[in-house]
Structure formats: structure tokens, C-alpha cells
Nanobody, 124 residues
């Protein structure tokens, strides 16, 4: 059974950098054809895909967030991390780490495991 667990601060001040980690158990970050992504849901809004890191370490980002987003991984800890710079109150959301199944060409198939979600509030 694969489990994902988000961790990080719950409160961040505007203009700061948000850093969240996701620890994966029951599966490896390097297993072929699986990608690990970050998604978020702001109050009253739908889910937003932010970016992902693939089993080979390649990354991809939402065009709307690309200039502020970075995803990295620590294979020894089986953990991947989101950094979002220059946050504003509009970045207040529940953040989820997710495992995605993809084809060998990288095309999305389905998201099969989700973390419980981590509330982040951006406020003074």
C-alpha cells in the first residue's frame, strides 16, 4: 500500500517561500512510469495541478506557476519537495502530493494515491 504524507508550515507570510515535503512509503520515487506531483485547492476553487517530478528526475510545471515553482527530490529519504516563491494570500490552499501513473511517453493515465492534504495559509 502506497502512502503519501505532506509536511511543512501551516502559516507563511506574504513574499516568503513556501516549502512543503512529501514522504512516500510503500513505493519508490524511482519506479518507472510513475510521477509524483503537487496539486492544490484554494477555498471555493477546483483542484489545480502545480507540477510533477518523474521517476528519472525530470520535472514539469504548470505554465501559470512555472516562474515561482520548483520540485526536487531526495531519493535516500524517498521524499519530494515543493518550493513556491513570493507567495501571496492567493496561494492559500490545501496542498496535496499525488502519485500519477503515466505511459512510457509521459502521458497521464490516472492519479492513484493522494496525501491527506496540508492546509497552508498566507497571511501577515
Amino acid at each position: 500500500q502506497v502512502q503519501l504524507q505532506e509536511s511543512g508550515p501551516g502559516l507563511v507570510k506574504p513574499s516568503q517561500t513556501l516549502s512543503l515535503s512529501c514522504t512516500v512509503s510503500g513505493g519508490r520515487l524511482t519506479t518507472p512510469d510513475y510521477y509524483f506531483s503537487w496539486m492544490r485547492q484554494a477555498p471555493g476553487q477546483g483542484l489545480e495541478w502545480m507540477g510533477a517530478i518523474g521517476y528519472s528526475g525530470t520535472t514539469s510545471y504548470s505554465p501559470s506557476l512555472k516562474c515561482r515553482t520548483s520540485i526536487s527530490r531526495d531519493k535516500s529519504k524517498n521524499q519530494f519537495t515543493l518550493q513556491l516563491t513570493s507567495v501571496t494570500p492567493e496561494d492559500t490552499a490545501v496542498y496535496y502530493c499525488v502519485r500519477e501513473g503515466r505511459t512510457s511517453d509521459g502521458d497521464y493515465i490516472a492519479s492513484d494515491y493522494w496525501g491527506r492534504g496540508h492546509q497552508v495559509t498566507v497571511t501577515e
